[in-house]
Nanobody, 127 residues
Framework: QVQLVESGGGLVQAGGSLRLSCAASGHTFSNYGMGWFRQAAGKEREFVAAISWSDGRTYYLDSVKGRFTISRDNAKNTVYLQMNSLKPEDTAVYYC????????????????????WGQGTQVTVSS
């Protein structure tokens, strides 16, 4: 059983930066594809970024490309989401998720592709 714990959320002004962390425990972290999703109030949970376990390839939501960077440190069992140039529309609860199947066989942008989820961390961007 994998456990995921997010941290690093908070309140920031537009144009600012935050780095989210997701610490994993309970299994071989390096064998999982990892993703970040977000859910704004009254909206569906949406894909933000993902990183594969096999080749480290990264994937992003179009609206965050060039501003957000996903990375992983397998030695620390941690995945990060560096968020720069934040906008008010980035305000949401951010969740990390782990997928046991390779991204070659699943759609990394879908919530159903992931087997484990963290509890979420709030990110609020003020204008």
């Amino acid at each position: 059983q994998v456990q995921l714990v997010e941290s690093g959320g908070g309140l920031v002004q537009a144009g600012g930066s935050l780095r989210l962390s997701c610490a994993a425990s309970g299994h071989t972290f390096s064998n999982y594809g990892m993703g970040w999703f977000r859910q704004a109030a009254g909206k569906e949970r949406e894909f933000v970024a993902a990183i594969s376990w096999s080749d480290g390839r990264t994937y992003y939501l179009d609206s965050v490309k060039g501003r957000f960077t996903i990375s992983r440190d397998n030695a620390k069992n941690t995945v990060y989401l560096q968020m720069n140039s934040l906008k008010p529309e980035d305000t949401a609860v951010y969740y990390c998720a782990a997928a046991t199947k390779s991204f070659y066989y699943i759609n990394y942008a879908l919530t159903i592709a992931y087997d484990y989820w963290g509890q979420g961390t709030q990110v609020t961007v003020s204008s």
